[in-house]
C-alpha cells in the first residue's frame, strides 16, 4: 500500500519554503534554493501530492510571523526522530521570540549539559525551521554557527524578530 504525504511551496521573505504534511500534521518546512527540485523526493512505498489544502493554518501563521504579527506557532506538528532529537527538538520551543540561547544552553535546558556537539547535531536536523526555532541557536560566543539554511537566512530571521546583531562574528563552524 503506497502512503500518501502531501507539499507545497510558500514564498517568503528568506526564499521558497517548502511545506510537508501527512494530511493532519505539518511534518517539515524546507528552505529552497533557486535549483532545488520543489517535489521531495519518494521513498519506496510514497507518493507526493501537491496541494495546498493541508496548509491553510500554516501559511496563515508563516505570513504572521514574517509579518511581525506572530511570536509563537500553535500548528500541530509531527516530528520523527530519535529520542534525544525530540528532546532537543522541544527545547527550542522554550527560547523566546526575540531572544538566543548557546548551544551549551540548550543541552544544560535538556538536562545533558555535555551535550554540546550533539544537540548542535540535532538541531541541524530540525525538520520544523522557524516554527521550531533553531535560529534562536548561536555560538557561546555569539557568534552566528551552522544553520541548515545558511547564515543569511539565520541573520535575516534573528533580525526580524529584532535580536540586535551588530558586532556579531560570523562563523561556519558547527559548534
Known amino acids: 500500500m503506497t502512503e500518501t504525504r502531501y507539499y507545497d511551496i510558500q514564498e ?7 511545506l510537508t504534511s501527512d494530511g493532519e500534521f505539518l ?3 524546507w528552505m529552497l534554493d533557486p535549483d532545488d527540485e520543489v517535489q521531495p523526493r519518494s521513498r519506496t512505498g510514497m507518493s507526493w501530492v501537491r496541494t495546498s489544502s493541508p496548509f ?3 501559511r496563515e501563521q508563516l505570513i504572521a510571523y514574517f509579518t511581525g504579527g506572530l511570536s509563537e506557532f ?4 509531527a516530528t520523527r526522530g530519535t529520542p534525544f532529537q525530540m528532546r532537543v527538538w522541544e527545547g527550542l520551543r522554550s527560547i523566546p521570540y526575540g531572544q538566543t540561547i548557546s548551544y551549551g544552553e540548550l543541552a544544560h535546558r535538556i538536562g545533558d549539559p555535555k551535550a554540546v556537539r550533539a544537540v548542535g547535531s ?12 533553531c535560529h534562536r541557536v548561536i555560538g ?3 557568534s552566528l554557527t551552522g544553520y541548515g539554511g545558511g547564515l543569511d537566512r539565520k541573520r535575516t530571521l534573528l533580525e526580524l524578530e529584532g ?3 551588530a558586532g556579531t562574528r560570523q562563523a561556519e563552524l558547527f559548534i
Open 12 to 18: 517568503s521573505p528568506i526564499g521558497d519554503l517548502r
Open 27 to 29: 511534518t517539515g518546512i
Open 56 to 58: 491553510k493554518h500554516a
Open 74 to 77: 500553535t500548528l500541530p506538528l
Open 122 to 133: 540535532a538541531n541541524g536536523r530540525n525538520p520544523l525551521p522557524i516554527v521550531l526555532p
Open 140 to 142: 557561546a560566543d555569539g
Open 163 to 165: 535580536v540586535a546583531l
